[in-house]
């Protein structure tokens, strides 16, 4: 591992990356290469998880190709230099701000989304001038090893390289110094990646999970609200970072919200024969699942087909903050909802919780929104919708205190991965005595003037 580092070192000190053309024309490059390998990519993230080319388009290459296009388009101009007012104590001076590359970062990414959440951020390091080491998820096995193929054959190593593996080799690369590291993963392994940087000092970015709700309040569109939230929570079979985890509703819109709820999942009548449902990654998580599932409370679905690793869209009722499937991320089929008897002791009861990655708030009251946005702290999230706010790179995304820390996307990225160094340029043609030894109580008496004291 350190051999890979120390040759991306000697390329990033060649300076070679802070050419805004070469940024553009790798990052092009990526897009060439990414659309003549389309039908491989496809088929290798169908072989791990079951997702289908449409899905595959929507959710992971569609957002990669958007971001490199963004990332040509305004990559001069993120990259400028800023100018900034200069005090008069500096007189006579200008002062501008150089955003400048951090180095060799290292990207750790999730299995979910395994193309979207390893590209998305190196396109954003690279944007910014630095060279990338990218470790995949080792999980969808197919996908880890196209990436690596493609990318090592494509790129000088020393630039833009993949390592493949699980948690050694991640370990193995966590004990080498880099000048940024960005992880997208779990919450525990968020830590040991945090305590890992610390060793070194290195800026660390970490997009992790945690249990986002979808709260609703009297009077909502109920009708577009679940269709909505339905698509948003059934997207790749639950395993979305930002997925509602769960709904907090009033009492009086529980039995309108389920009915509702379960026409939805039948309408779009999920199945893997159809390619539009994804199966889960695997046994282990299964097994997880099964268990936050209490056969008491299914209001509909609950069928698990071990064999195929698929767990029908599930929807759990008189559920309480108790329950199993209330004490961790769900990331899979699971819907539960739990009724309110008042906003003020829903907003409590959430705020008793980590801050989650995400909240979403389906109301037509404006005073109940703003409360809502206001008293309660989250990564990001939306009104009346879900998940889409992902899809619009003007929002930096990223999460709150345990669902993670930085974000990215647009010139959010570009400016995850730079360092802005500050610049103060001083004219020569002129001093002040008032700075220099010896100093005097005239001197003293000129600074307090001129500071309005
Ligand atoms: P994970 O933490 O198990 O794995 C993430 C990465 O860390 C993988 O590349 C894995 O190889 C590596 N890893 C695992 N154990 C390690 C260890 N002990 N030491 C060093 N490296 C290790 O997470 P996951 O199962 O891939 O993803 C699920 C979690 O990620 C969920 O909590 C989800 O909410 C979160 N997530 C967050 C985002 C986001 O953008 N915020 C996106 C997707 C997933």
Known sequence: MKAFIDQQRVFFNSNQTKDLDFRIDQLQKLKSLL????????????????????????????????????????????????????????????????????????????????????????????????????????????????????????????????????????????????????????????????????????????????????????????????KRLIWAKFLNSGQTCIAPDYVLLPKSMKDAFLKLAKAEIEQASYAVENGNYIRIINDRNIERLKKLIDKEKIYFGGEILEQERIIQPTLMHHVTFDDAVMQEEIFGPILPVITYESLEGAISEVKKREKPLSCYVFTNDTFLKNKLLNELSFGGGAVNEAIMHISNSRLPFGGVGQSGMGSYHGEAGFKTFSHYKSILEKATWFETKLKYPPYSEGKLKWIKRLMGL
């Not at 800026?203 to 709260?215: D, F, H, M, N």
Request: aromatic content about 10%; charged content about 20%; overall charge positive.
């Open 35 to 226: 659309l003549s390998n389309q039908n491989r990519l496809n088929e290798a993230i169908y072989a791990d998880f079951g997702k289908s080319p449409f899905e595959t388009f929507t959710n992971e290459f569609g957002l990669v190709f958007l971001d490199i296009d963004e990332a040509c388009r305004k990559l001069k101009k993120w990259a400028k230099r800023k100018r900034v007012r200069t005090n008069w104590v500096n007189f006579p001076a200008k002062s501008y701000i150089i955003p400048e590359p951090l180095g060799v970062s290292l990207i750790i990414g999730a299995w979910n989304y395994p193309y979207q959440l390893s590209l998305a951020p190196a396109i954003a390091a690279i944007a910014a001038g630095n060279t990338v080491i990218l470790k995949p998820s080792e999980l969808p096995s197919n996908t880890s090893k196209i990436l690596a193929e493609l990318i090592n054959n494509s790129f000088d190593p020393g630039f833009f390289r993949v390592v493949e593996g699980g948690v050694d080799e991640t370990s193995a690369l966590l004990e080498q110094r880099f000048d940024k590291i960005f992880f997208t993963g779990s919450t525990n392994v968020g830590r040991i990646v945090y305590q890992a940087a610390a060793k070194h000092l290195t800026p660390v970015t970490l997009e992790l999970g945690g249990k986002s709700p979808a709260i609703f309040t009297e009077g909502a569109n109920l009708k577009m609200s679940v």
